[in-house]
């Protein structure tokens, strides 16, 4: 079965500072890879997404993700981070059955806080 | 572009009663997905409906359940609740490229069982 693990449950970082948080997955065939952030209150929003090719992307906000296949990692980086970034973070893999898109398993969240 | 929409925002309901739940789509999307997001066990899967039809469902009891209707809106029912169902349950759609998974979330229904 499939499954993602964020390994960080809180992270505080000052503002200014760079950002990584972490993501592993495990899935038998080739993930298809998101990060989401939900701030207080709300809904989820995607930063980005890890489909296939080049395996740094570029997600909104100045968010980037590099797939590294063979540590089963998709980590989140951000190279300076603003006050308005303090959210949850949650990793995800998409996983199929039957003819086509499953629902999304997610990772437990990172708890981003920034400090002034 | 409408976002994903859900109604109600808040629900308080008390324990055994159901409730019901609403979610419309994105414009065009034809997949409606549910989460729900309880304190201390993340956000899971519930279930997935697709041109009318249920899918697939996580691992959730019968009294979880819902439809989907022509207009490929769609309604969580939950029957003889429970004081661990309150949470806040998530609605997400995607479109045909269902391949992909990309899915786009509402702001969700805050479900309170007292």
């Known amino acids: 079965a499939q499954s993602v693990t964020q390994p960080d449950i809180h992270i505080t970082v000052s503002e200014g500072a760079s950002l990584e948080l972490r993501c592993n997955y495990s899935?038998?065939?080739?993930?298809?890879l998101f990060w989401y952030v939900q701030s207080p209150g709300q809904g989820l929003q995607l930063l980005l997404k890890?489909?296939?090719?080049?395996?740094l992307v570029q997600g909104i906000k100045g968010f980037e993700a590099e797939f590294k296949r063979s540590q089963s990692s998709f980590n989140l980086r951000k190279p300076s981070v603003h006050w308005s970034d303090a959210a949850e973070y949650f990793c995800?893999?998409?996983?199929?059955?039957?003819?086509?898109?499953?629902?999304?398993?997610f990772g437990k969240g990172t708890h981003l806080i920034i400090q002034p | 572009e409408a976002g994903v929409t859900q109604s109600p925002t808040h629900l308080i309901k008390t324990r055994g009663q159901q409730a019901t739940l609403r979610c419309s789509p994105i414009?065009?999307?034809?997949?409606v997905y549910w989460y729900q997001q309880a304190l201390g066990l993340g956000l899971q899967f519930l279930l997935w409906?697709?041109?009318?039809?249920?899918?697939n469902r996580g691992n959730f009891p019968p009294r979880f359940s819902g439809r989907q209707f022509p207009n490929y809106s769609s309604e969580l029912n939950v029957n003889a609740l429970e004081l661990e169902d309150s949470a806040l349950y998530l609605c997400?759609?995607?479109?045909?490229?269902?391949?992909?998974?990309?899915?786009?979330f509402g702001p969700g229904t805050r479900l309170t069982v007292l």
């Open positions: 409906y697709d041109e009318g039809e249920e899918r």
């Open positions: 414009s065009g999307h034809t997949s």
């Open positions: 899935y038998g065939a080739t993930p298809y």
């Open positions: 995800a893999v998409g996983t199929y059955s039957g003819g086509g898109a499953d629902g999304l398993t």
């Open positions: 890890y489909f296939s090719g080049d395996t």
């Open positions: 997400a759609s995607s479109d045909r490229d269902r391949v992909r998974n990309e899915q786009f």
